[in-house]
């Protein structure tokens, strides 16, 4: 676990000292449960779904379990791109997309219009 802290202060998505809720994977796996959050909301993807902060954990931690907080992006590589890093982190786990759920589902109208 300490492993884990690090590394997650080393690309950007929690401070040292921030710890996860002991919570946070029961809520993750409900939130996956509801029918269309088991998919990518940027490419439509069900392969490597992440559940990610669309306001960061770093930033805000009273928002981590609050669902309303959440969009599910993947880390498959689809059409080229993964997902939660180029469109819920704009290339680098340090930064955050204030825009994410717009930007997500704008690419996703484009990619569905694409392969029609």
Known sequence: MILK?????????APLGHKRSSHWPTVRKH??????NNK???CGG????????????HL???LELDPNNFISLCESN???????????HLGNYKN???NVVEDAANILKKLTEANK
Not at 5 to 13: F, L, P
Not at 31 to 36: N, Y
Not at 46 to 57: C, G, L
């Open 5 to 13: 802290n690090i590394k997650d202060a080393v690309q950007g998505k």
């Open 31 to 36: 939130f996956l449960e509801v029918p269309g």
């Open 40 to 42: 990518c909301a940027a």
């Open 46 to 57: 069900t392969d490597k779904i992440e559940v990610h902060h669309k306001e960061p954990f």
């Open 60 to 62: 805000n931690p009273d």
């Open 78 to 88: 689809s059409y080229g791109i993964v997902c939660h890093l180029t469109i819920g």
């Open 96 to 98: 955050f997309n204030p």
